[in-house]
């Protein structure tokens, strides 16, 4: 079976820190350009950060930059982000998507496989 599954969700404090995986199942993400998005209650769901396939070209979106990394671990069909000092307004469900025909793309319908979403909640 072909997916993704987010984990490393929660609850943390304005300011904290959290790692976010995406790890994939029936296929190798060294191949497909990997971003994650978030979505906040009433919103739309958002382009955070995307790691494109081959060269491994990062891209963060500029309200998350110096904050959030994005990695990949080939050995463990995994990617990462890492994050610190969240923002209370950073609450969201944060989702992974892969792309195997993409790059440097942020446009949701691109996107081949999803997660089903990991819960950051930002409070004190």
């Known amino acids: 079976q072909l997916q993704l599954v987010e984990s490393g969700g929660g609850l943390v404090q304005p300011g904290g820190s959290l790692r976010l995986s995406c790890a994939a199942s029936g296929f190798s993400l060294d191949y497909y350009t990997v971003a994650w998005f978030r979505q906040a209650p009433g919103k739309e769901r958002e382009g955070v950060v995307y790691i494109n396939s081959g060269d491994g070209t990062t891209y963060y979106v500029d309200s998350v930059k110096g904050r959030f990394t994005i990695s990949r671990d080939s050995a463990k069909n995994t990617i990462y982000q890492q994050i610190h000092s969240l923002k209370s307004s950073e609450t969201a469900v944060y989702y992974c998507?892969?792309?195997?025909?993409?790059?440097?793309?942020?446009?949701?319908?691109?996107?081949?496989?999803w997660g089903q979403g990991t819960q950051v909640t930002v409070s004190s």
């Open positions: 998507a892969g792309g195997v025909a993409i790059r440097s793309s942020f446009i949701l319908a691109q996107y081949d496989y």
